[in-house]
């Protein structure tokens, strides 16, 4: 028997600042990384035509628990903010992509819950997680756009 070859990851990724009204946001640490890798949740697209909400709120449910698909009391709650960053991939992390692939598309997006909630994280994924105000949150995490996008934060919980 054999197994079909991983496909390649799609260079087109969602990030989601779970945060709450007061502008506390969840952060979670990353599990495959050697520093204290600090993020929001981010997610690849599954296939080329997945609509990036459902992208958004596939990766919010599988690294946190939180339910925030279409027909959930939170899916009025996820914002996209029609903002994007493109930067390029950790040469780390290239080989899951096709060869010659360098640069991910990033889609930012917000998600309000109505106060600090547990979230349940995949061992596999992600070690922990914390909430912290939302400039903190900015200063912990790794990425640069990470933290970017959190620091427009105030802008978009209006």
Known sequence: MTTSPRPWKIPESVLVVIHTPALDVLLIRRADAET?????????????????????????????????????????????????????????????????VTHNTEHLFGLRVPERVVPTLDPREHTDWRWLPYREAADACFSPSNAEAILLLPEFAR
């Open 36 to 100: 204290d890798f600090w993020q929001s949740v981010t997610g690849s697209k599954d296939v080329a035509d997945e609509p990036l909400v459902l992208t958004a709120a596939r990766e919010v449910a599988e690294e946190t628990g939180i339910l925030c698909g279409e027909g959930t009391p939170l899916a009025s709650q996820l914002v996209d903010w029609q903002l994007r960053n493109v930067y390029e991939i950790y040469p780390r992390w290239r080989a899951r992509y096709a060869p010659g």
